[in-house]
């Protein structure tokens, strides 16, 4: 990892070249490397703090100039109470996750000493192409090489100063492991990324992090394939028998908790019936929180007549584009619905496919909704910022993705993944078996002992009758 | 179904309404629609066959004429012997296989009465784009209703006749079904071709099925995830030690059984020392089926001075070009390689991550070969012809992927299907987990009865000793 003046081609072959050495390293040596770049990030938080610091005095005065917002600013900063920490703290929380990949997922025998395996392992070279934060360097590189890939790393200008401290750092630390420093390549000019995107020959995988005009730049200029998500427009769907408590809770949490997050709540479909029962409470909620509630003309009318005079003159008129649109902050576009169908029809043309709830008691309306919504995540009676990799339990995510292949949702080490079918035999050929010859065995075989699973009615039944006290491992 | 005049976009927006439907019918409403296609199909014969006569005609004149080949005539003739009803046995075969959708492959509980399951749902809407063959589009359709994708198909011009009437019969059938008739259209005209590739927003997956041009066509042409392969150069690695009669046997099969396959041989490494041993009988077996031999310098004055002089005068000089070229015919592309390194190597930088192969007895060498070759079947001591779907179990296959993400190798239904994250809980948010608040369970939970899986050391111990007759379930 350098900041050379290699060109786009030569930083993706470097890239190529260090992945072929990085996948075949063991999970101790991969480990070791994040050990020794915590360590070296460690020891170099003055030097790193002192370049953040350059990068802050410059933002500062664009951020004066007009030029640059204070959200962006703050976002600079690696100074912050427990920042650093919390990004020294992340590459060991990877280190310490299960390794990814050399996990066989499949085993079959295809004949008497003739075995097809298949076997998790790295994608090859990513591309991430990140916006300010410059501690997602530090983060993006642990997946990167605990998942046995390389990764071309862009970040945004803003952090210069702070990239390139972090980069020589990790370079240096990388040089003393296993692990070659081509793995990590950094790019920081601009001007690069039309380039590298072209290279799909060298590059698998591209991962934008960063904003809608972000992701939709890079997926409108690449053969490459394109891991994340352009809008997070999430719905909520409240059902007439849902109580008011539990759906004010949910409501709020979900539009208030982060409206800048792509899991926040942008839409609420409201089920006719619930207009003057439920929704009241809800927009109370909602106006308290400072929400600006952008409502169709029969909730609008129900709100009026139910709210107080003050809160009904803070509502707004929705328009048609309201429902196609991520606002990103405090508002929310309110609408009737009058079926369940009608609610999933909406969902399933206007939602951006992120996340999207239902509201209610009623089973069998929550599984037809859970099975009709095309999105990645479909919830039940609960909030959809619960979108989230850490939340699901994946110890970190690389990011949520809308794409309807390979990955969907939250991304965690899991999305950087593929796997390999190897098969072992002793000389059997394609023209001995089939039409007039062998038969296939196709006989399922156990994985490892950490993935045994019961293959036959009866070994379910000895370990449901072992789950339930019946038996012991002692008694046989 | 069917042949209209509506625009690319109607056609897609109407395959986008229907594979919503088609997603939530269930298991047994598509396998009894596929059921009705078979008995429509079985019922039709002869009139798909009169109209299969137009093509044929219009294919040999076109054939006299010197526009079209011999051989694609023949793979348009669906009167040939068995073809017909090897076509109406494929889409039982499909029904038949196991149901890829609403599967749980995760289950977590991420607190008491929230729980997150991951479940395997279809992709949507697919573009099946593919040459001559007209069975092709019972197959797909099976394929493609039995996994719950609506599709788009468009065949080849020189089958016009045959894919009209097999469309006319598969649509008359479907109205009598679950499945909505939209769910598959049908295109016939090549440049309606250029504007669904652009419909991003409607199609979900672009599946060519057909030559290296096509494929690369379609992947410069569109935003659309591909899946597919655009060339398959095979190697196999022949070590010093291995018999020559079973590498004989192996990369006879590779070469000869099928030079059209995707799977098969193009380029043999021969280890150093085996050039004067083994490789010899190799080469003599494969002249012998008329293969011509392109040998490297090193591999080329070893063959001659150990054939006979008739043999010995057929060899030919290799080129570079030789060994990144897809001959898909009876030539081979010979290389002396001094090292296992070396053979990684080349294949990694030359082959087209299709199928390679090692020949050896020596397990180190071929585990860090299978570790370290990039591709998407990797083999020991057999031959790459065996990457087929059908030979892997699949009981059919879509195709077959060297892409790095999503499906890789044969793809089978599985490859058609993406997951959806579902959670059901009561009123938890997001707000009340993490510092200061609850803490997340994260306790994975067993799937269904039929994928149970030992939880611990203990379930596993049982399930062992089961296997090896030290426990019944009657015992307990």
Excluded at 330 to 359: C, P, R
Excluded at 378 to 407: C, L, P
Excluded at 413 to 423: F, P, R, S
Aim: glycine share 6%.
């Amino acid at each position: 990892m350098s900041l050379t003046n290699a060109t786009p081609l030569q930083v993706a072959q470097a890239a190529r070249t260090g992945s072929r050495k990085l996948a075949v390293l063991s999970a101790a040596e991969r480990n070791a490397s994040l050990t020794a770049i915590h360590e070296a990030l460690a020891e170099g938080k003055e030097e790193v703090l002192a370049a953040n610091g350059k990068d802050l005095e410059e933002a500062n005065k664009a951020a004066a100039g007009g030029h640059l917002s204070q959200s962006l600013v703050k976002r600079l900063d690696l100074g912050k109470k427990g920042k650093y920490e919390d990004m020294l703290q992340g590459i060991l929380d990877v280190r310490d996750l299960e390794d990814p990949i050399n996990k066989t997922t499949a085993r079959t025998l295809l004949d008497d000493n003739l075995v097809l395996s298949r076997i998790t392992c790295p994608i090859g070279v990513l591309l991430i192409i990140f916006e300010a934060r410059p501690e997602v360097i530090a983060n993006i590189s642990a997946l990167a090489i605990k998942s046995g890939n390389a990764a071309i790393l862009k970040g945004g200008k803003e952090s210069y100063h702070s990239f390139a401290a972090i980069a020589s750092i990790i370079s240096q630390a990388l040089s003393q492991t296993a692990v070659p420093s081509d793995c990590l390549q950094l790019v920081q000019t601009h001007d690069v990324v039309s380039d590298l995107l072209k290279l799909d020959t060298y590059i698998d995988l591209c991962i934008p992090r960063g904003g809608n005009k972000l992701v939709r730049y890079v997926k409108d200029s690449t053969a490459i394939p394109v891991l994340g998500h352009a809008d997070g427009i999430c719905t909520t769907y409240l059902c007439a028998d849902y109580p008011a408590d539990k759906a004010v809770k949910i409501i709020v949490d979900a539009k208030t908790s982060y409206p800048a997050g792509c899991n926040a709540l942008e839409q609420l479909l409201v089920d006719e019936a619930a207009l003057t029962t439920t929704l009241p409470a809800v927009a109370e909620a909602l106006l308290q929180k400072g929400v600006s509630l952008r409502c169709d003309a029969a909730s609008l009318a129900a709100l009026k007549g139910t709210l107080d005079p003050h809160s009904a003159a803070l509502l707004q008129e929705a328009t048609d584009q309201d429902f196609d649109f991520e606002f990103l902050d405090f508002v929310l576009a309110i609408k009737t619905v009058h079926s369940l169908d009608e609610a999933i029809t909406h969902i399933n043309t206007h939602s951006s496919h992120h996340t999207d709830a239902i509201l209610t008691f009623d089973s069998a309306a929550a599984n037809t909704f859970l099975a009709a919504i095309d999105s990645s995540s479909v919830y039940w009676n609960t909030s959809t910022r619960m979108a989230d990799g850490q939340r699901y339990g994946f110890g970190t995510e690389v990011g949520i993705s809308t794409n309807k292949i390979h990955s969907r949702g939250p991304v965690g080490l899991e999305g950087l993944t593929i796997y390999k079918w190897t098969i072992a035999g002793d000389a059997q050929v394609s023209t001995e078996y089939g039409a007039g010859g062998k038969a296939w065995k196709h006989v399922k075989l156990p994985l490892s002992d950490d993935e045994m699973v019961a293959q036959n009615d009866e070994e379910r039944e000895l370990l449901r009758k072992f789950r339930a006290g019946k038996a012991a491992v002692s008694d046989i």
